[in-house]
């Protein structure tokens, strides 16, 4: 009988291809668990709001517009936050959703978020944080492209 666990991840829609996958066994540590839990999860986010039609790019370039040159702090933090609000910011989310006001919450989920991962802060652990804390931790890099020797 096989004692090995692993976690399989596998999702193919259009052209979107995502594979993640580990096998688990008494010597593999709790940090490569949760990071490939992690890498799961940030596979999923991004493309759930890529599939609804919302512009992440457009998104991620206001965040980043939001954040540039703040450093990582509670009250930075606060007064970007309020930035949200503004009527730059709903233009904003409006533009980004095609004008489907029926979007603008979820793609308001998302620019809050991508704005305070812009100033360091997140909601979950992510493969970043795992890879600071167990400097350590090895992950395997997805296959792609491969420079030229």
């Known amino acids: 009988m096989d004692d090995s666990n692993s976690i399989e991840f596998l999702a193919k829609y259009k ?11 008494a010597s593999t540590k ?5 990071a490939q839990l992690a890498g799961i999860r940030q596979s999923i986010d991004k493309k759930a709001f890529e ?6 790019a457009k998104l991620d370039a206001y965040a980043a517009q939001l954040t540039s040159g703040s450093r990582k702090s509670y009250n930075t933090l606060a007064q970007v936050v309020q930035k949200l609000g503004t009527g730059e910011a709903k233009e904003t989310i409006t533009a ?3 004008s489907r006001p029926e979007l603008n919450e979820v793609a308001s989920t998302y ?4 704005t305070v991962q812009g100033l360091s802060f997140d909601f979950d652990v992510n493969v970043e944080m ?3 804390a167990f400097p350590d931790l090895k992950l395997p890099k997805p296959p792609g492209r491969k420079p030229k020797a």
């Open 51 to 56: 599939l609804l039609g919302i512009d992440t």
């Open 15 to 25: 052209d979107w291809v995502a594979v993640k996958k580990i096998r688990i066994d």
């Open 130 to 132: 795992l890879e600071k």
């Open 111 to 114: 620019l809050f978020r991508k």
């Open 96 to 98: 980004a959703t095609n």
């Open 30 to 34: 709790p940090e490569e668990i949760v």
